[in-house]
T-cell receptor, first 112, second 112 residues
Framework: QQKVQQSPESLIVPEGAMTSLNCTFSDSASQYFAWYRQHSGKAPKALMS????GEKEEGRFTIHLNKASLHFSLHIRDSQPSDSALYLCAVTTSSGSWQLIFGSGTQLTVMP | AQTIHQWPVAEIKAVGSPLSLGCTIKGKSSPNLYWYWQATGGTLQQLFYSITVGQVESVVQLNLSASRPKDDQFILSTEKLLLSHSGFYLC???????????FGPGTRLTVL
């Protein structure tokens, strides 16, 4: 079964820094890869998604996907205190019942 | 614009009692609908999904059931609550299986 793992578990960066969050998965046949952000006590909100190998940029956020290495990442340029939240990666399964599997998250704190 | 509502906002229930949680999506016809559960400090876990009225797929067995009686309504229920059912229940919608999911505000359930 698909396994999704995130690193690091928590991260503290200064305002203005570049932040890099990592996600590994076990099924190379997965088709959909996404990052969500969840503030404490709130529902997750989609940030970005990608289907094929490569890079996708939206504003300060960039996703990298490398299916061969079973790895995708989220990079936040010029991190802001408002970016402080739990970041969740999510990957679909390719076998059995369709499922979106979430990682356990990286808690990001951006210090002013 | 699409809106998603969940009810109730919070519930405190006794072990062994029944439960019914609801979710309504407005402004989107024939959405894909999903139920998720998140234990306090835990990973977001998909429970059910539905592509069309009357059809629900179970992803994880947690002694819960789901139904989709109308195009815009998704219900999560059980006849007998367990302590392990406590947590944050989230409904989400998307326009397809490999599209971003939009979450409702959630229902916080405490089973005593």
């Amino acid at each position: 079964q698909q396994k999704v793992q995130q690193s690091p578990e928590s991260l503290i960066v200064p305002e203005g820094a570049m932040t890099s969050l990592n996600c590994t998965f076990s099924d190379s046949a997965s088709q959909y890869f996404a990052w969500y952000r969840q503030h404490s006590g709130k529902a997750p909100k989609a940030l970005m998604s990608i289907f094929s190998n490569g890079e996708k940029e939206e504003g300060r956020f960039t996703i990298h996907l490398n299916k061969a290495s079973l790895h995708f990442s989220l990079h936040i340029r010029d991190s802001q205190p408002s970016d402080s939240a739990l970041y969740l990666c999510a990957v679909t399964t390719s076998s059995g019942s369709w499922q979106l599997i979430f990682g356990s998250g990286t808690q990001l704190t951006v210090m002013p | 614009a699409q809106t998603i509502h969940q009810w109730p906002v919070a519930e405190i229930k006794a072990v062994g009692s029944p439960l019914s949680l609801g979710c309504t999506i407005k402004g989107k016809s024939s959405p894909n609908l999903y139920w998720y559960w998140q234990a306090t400090g835990g990973t977001l876990q998909q429970l059910f999904y539905s592509i069309t009225v009357g059809q629900v797929e179970s992803v994880v067995q947690l002694n819960l059931s789901a139904s989709r009686p109308k195009d815009d309504q998704f219900i999560l229920s059980t006849e007998k609550l367990l302590l392990s059912h406590s947590g944050f229940y989230l409904c989400a919608w998307s326009q397809g299986l490999h599209y971003e999911q939009y979450f409702g505000p959630g229902t916080r359930l405490t089973v005593l």
